[in-house]
């Protein structure tokens, strides 16, 4: 098949699998949060008059000072959407008496991401958790945006763009400079989604769609609220303990004793770590140690997923600030989840980048410190999550 036929059949395939996506939603998962007493309100004109009034303040004390309402005419562009975010479009016309004929205009505000998606309202008879999704606070209450306007529609959307880093690595005059600049403005990719809520406002959805260049078949219209995440909060909720798997908790790796010298245990024989099943503290443990032994001169891993606060981290430029040699493969390119962002502080604690031949990739997630010991290098941890 052509590059373009395989598009066409990633779309048909990717239209299958939203469908069943929201049907599990909307005929499974929905009747049974009912039977347990949770409930996610499917619209705002569902409201009780008393959780009307409780929503409405809401909005005026936490909502409405965080928005930033956009609208669009000639004097002003259609602004720049970001990556995955969920957005509020209306089309506005201005109240009578402000002009000689109604002129219709557009208007977009994002929903916040620093605010909880899912707002916690008072239940009808007090027993059920009740809940409304932050956009249709917004919607309920979009009109004290454009005080001089009416709102004659108002729909969410969301875009998904293009996020694959385009580099010409012969070109490029500083490889990871262009990376860094590259992720950027990955946020700000060609739109190759536009995800709307079924039953839009056509005339609406044709100017979302010229804006934003998006093709006809690039277009999902959603039965269901549009981005899924606020799932995961909910899984947290409290007083549901019967609803959820029970947790399972890493077992701790026999061979090693926690608090004793790890490289000790090694020199005993080789182990063998199986996570998830096995705690993950003996490698962090492994580098911490390593980090600080004076034995070690040495240290040589592969970063391939990281958390923000990771204690991996932390003890390379540890280690580094110490005066152990560490080098550190981590491939940029690779995808989404892999950004690692080199700042003063790692470079100033002793992290150069370096790199590699063109072409080349790294796929065994390894890390190892070196210990001369008996006039041998003494090779200590070798992983792989590859299958």
Request: negative net charge; glycine residues 4%; contains cysteine.
């Amino acid at each position: 098949m052509t590059a373009s036929e395989q598009l066409e059949k990633i779309n048909e395939r990717t239209r299958e699998l939203v469908t069943l996506q929201y049907n599990t939603y909307n005929r499974s998962l929905v009747p049974l949060m009912h039977q347990h007493g949770i409930v996610v309100m499917d619209a705002f004109e569902d409201l009780s008059e008393a959780q009307a009034a409780f929503v409405d303040r809401y909005f005026e004390d936490n909502v409405y000072p965080v928005l930033t309402p956009m609208a669009v005419d000639a004097s002003r562009p259609f602004p720049l959407i970001r990556n995955k975010t969920l957005n509020i479009a209306a089309l506005l016309s201005k109240k009578k008496g402000k002009a000689e004929k109604e002129e219709i205009e557009f208007a977009t505000v994002q929903v916040p991401s620093v605010l909880p998606r899912l707002v916690h309202i008072p239940s009808e008879d007090g027993n059920e958790k009740t809940f409304i999704l932050l956009e249709q606070v917004i919607e309920r209450n979009i009109d004290k945006l454009f005080l001089n306007y009416d709102v004659l529609c108002a729909y969410p959307y969301r875009v998904m763009r293009n996020a694959d880093l385009s580099i010409d690595e012969d070109e490029a005059a500083d490889l990871l400079k262009e990376i860094q600049k590259q992720l950027k403005m990955r946020q700000w990719g060609e739109v190759i989604r536009l995800e709307v809520e079924d039953g839009i406002d056509k005339k609406l959805l044709n100017f979302l769609k010229d804006e934003l260049k998006v093709a006809e078949q690039d277009i999902f219209q959603i039965n269901g609220p549009i981005d899924f995440t606020f799932l995961m909060k909910m899984y947290g909720l409290e007083g549901c303990d019967d609803l959820r798997n029970e947790p399972y908790t890493p077992q701790r790796v026999p061979e090693i004793v926690p608090g004793e010298n790890i490289f000790d245990e090694i020199r005993k024989g080789d182990i063998l770590l199986h996570h998830p099943y096995q705690t993950f503290d003996p490698v962090v443990d492994f580098i911490r140690q390593a980090s600080v032994d004076p034995d070690v001169l040495a240290i040589k891993q592969t970063l391939y997923r990281v958390s923000g606060n990771s204690p991996i981290i932390a003890s390379l430029a540890q280690a580094a600030e110490n005066g152990k040699q560490v080098s550190v493969l981590v491939e940029l390119k690779a995808g989404l989840m892999r950004k690692i962002t080199l700042s003063g502080q790692k470079i100033r604690a002793g992290w150069l980048p370096c790199y590699l031949w063109p072409g080349w990739t790294e796929n065994p997630q390894q890390n190892s410190a070196g210990c001369p010991e008996g006039g041998r290098w003494y090779p200590s941890l070798c992983a792989s999550w590859n299958r």
